[in-house]
């Protein structure tokens, strides 16, 4: 057996679904998948329930992070039609501001293009204001962090024009970072045959044009993110599916398959799934060591999976590169299947004023 060394991965885009949801996940289920998945780091989105949009809900969702996490977090909070002011007071406190300025998930949804600027123009520079844009939105944004000279990330970019455009933006001076998820990576409408309603994710799963272009502008991705959007499976074959694919397992091996297949190096997998989140997140050094072995194969499945949700969009699919063990700070977290970690040990990563 081949050992290979990687660092602690980062995750900079999962949904937890603790407080609120607890049936779908919960900070331990979703930080456990999250070590099986060699991911010792994850960022958790504020569409809980409540969702985190103040000093009150952030409160609650922390307490939450800190005896569920198994692993090393920070919570964002989420962009309101009026939290602009409020939410900024509160941003050493958080993983960053998120704002859904597309149809999603919850009820975060923006409604105006004043209430984008009220945000743009509240949150300091870091830590990131990330954006769900996808289209026209994505231009507008782009436009409005030019204006105001701030940074901005892109979540989940998933088509063609998405990702020419952000490499224009860049051409242009504009501070733009973004991430892609795994499963615009490995997946297009074409499995929408196979996966039927549980196909359902925003954005949506693209044509298999979109796909190959996400591809060959890799040099214009900084981060693979899971978007870990964990539904049960009733509610996924449910007359109104709930859109969100879980992820956090199934990310690292489709990677290491891919530097396996030569589309991807291993130097530009660890940047996107390790240095990069944490520059661009200023995120603490970390020692936390996960080993793979990159030539074992074996077969995707739920079962075996540590995730609450008993479904995932990559099953039956043959991978090659597994984790075999992961350590933080000299402690060995997980190994062959096992996860180790107990409830709490997880460390928040930035100010608590608990
Ligand atoms: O597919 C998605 N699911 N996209 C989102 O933006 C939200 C997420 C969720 O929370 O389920
Ligand atoms: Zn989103
Ligand atoms: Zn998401």
């Avoid at 985190?52 to 569920?68: F, K, M, N, P, Q």
């Avoid at 409830?343 to 608990?354: C, I, K, V």
């Amino acid at each position: 057996m081949t050992t290979l060394r990687l660092p602690g991965l980062v995750d900079v885009h999962v949904h937890t679904r603790d407080p609120g949801q607890t049936h779908k996940e919960t900070w331990a289920s979703a930080t456990a998948a999250a070590l099986a998945g060699g991911f010792t780091t994850v960022l958790a989105m504020p569409n809980t329930r409540p969702a985190v949009t103040d000093a009150t809900t952030l409160a609650t969702a922390l307490e939450a992070a800190r005896t569920g996490a198994r692993c090393d977090y920070a919570l964002y909070l989420g962009g309101t039609a009026t939290n602009g002011t409020a939410a900024a007071a509160l941003a050493p406190r958080t993983a960053g501001m998120k704002l859904y300025l597309n149809h999603t998930f919850g009820d975060l949804r923006l409604p105006d293009l004043d209430t984008w600027w009220a945000h743009l123009a509240a949150w300091p520079a870091a830590p990131p204001l990330v954006v769900h844009a996808e289209g026209p939105a994505l231009a507008a944004v782009l436009l409005m962090a030019e204006w105001l000279d701030r940074p901005i990330h892109i979540c989940h970019v998933s088509r063609a024009d998405e990702i020419r455009l952000i490499a224009r933006a860049r051409h242009r001076g504009i501070a733009v970072t973004c991430e892609v998820a795994p499963h615009h990576l490995f997946l297009d409408e074409t499995a929408l045959a196979r996966l039927g309603r549980r196909g359902e994710v925003r954005p949506v799963l693209a044509d298999p044009s979109d796909r190959a272009a996400l591809w060959e502008h890799l040099d214009v991705i900084d981060c693979f993110a899971t978007d870990h959007a964990p539904h049960t499976s009733a509610e996924k074959d449910g007359d109104d599916p709930p859109p969100g694919f879980p992820g956090l397992e199934t990310a690292l091996p489709l990677l290491l398959t891919a530097v396996h297949d030569g589309s991807l190096t291993l130097e530009g997998l660890v940047g996107r799934l390790s240095t990069n989140p944490r520059r661009i997140f200023g995120l603490p050094k970390s020692d936390a060591v996960v080993e793979v072995d990159p030539d074992e194969e074996w077969t995707i499945a739920a079962a075996d999976l540590q995730t609450a949700c008993d479904w995932t969009p990559f099953e039956g699919r043959v991978v090659r590169g597994r984790v075999h063990r992961v350590e933080v700070r000299g402690t060995t977290v997980y190994a062959d299947g096992k996860v180790l970690a107990m409830t709490g040990s997880g460390n928040h990563l930035r100010e608590d004023h608990t």
